[in-house]
């Protein structure tokens, strides 16, 4: 058995409630098509980023399932005859392992990025916190004003 990441797009004319009632007739067809499901994630729903069947928003459902590859055919088949769903995409399931992701250079470059951010926002806040006294602001101001009247 094979993983893969099956996403579906359903209209955003439908209530949230509807979407996932959408989403129980999709699992059905999985179980239909004996597909076990390792991971089902939260509806959520989002403006898409160009006009699909006169659709401006819409329902992603994502699921982690487990398929053998002679089931995948008819899979797709049952998924593009179900009139809900606008779009789906099937794509095989690579987990990512964090363990890579520390080593890895970039990720190195992010955290002193925002290292140096955070130190940024340091020195401004104890900058913003001197505060000047009245006597030195009126010797500025006096200041500003003799240099203008000089011109």
Avoid: W
């Amino acid at each position: 058995m094979l993983n893969y990441e099956l996403t579906c797009l359903v209209s955003g004319n439908f209530t949230e409630e509807q979407a996932d009632e959408i989403a129980l007739k999709i699992e059905d067809i999985l179980k239909k098509n004996q597909v076990e499901i390792q991971e089902k994630k939260e509806v959520f729903k989002r403006r898409l980023a160009y006009v699909i069947k006169k659709v401006r928003n819409g329902y992603y459902l994502n699921f982690i399932i487990s398929i053998n590859k002679d089931k995948l055919e008819a899979l797709k088949k049952d998924l593009s005859l179900l009139s809900e769903v606008i779009r789906f995409q099937l794509v095989k399931h690579k987990p990512v392992k964090k363990a890579n992701l520390r080593k890895s250079e970039s990720y190195k470059k992010i955290e002193e990025h925002i290292f140096l951010s955070q130190e940024k926002e340091v020195k401004q806040k104890n900058n913003d916190d001197k505060k000047i006294s009245i006597d030195d602001l009126d010797k500025k101001i006096d200041e500003i004003l003799d240099e203008e009247v000089e011109k």
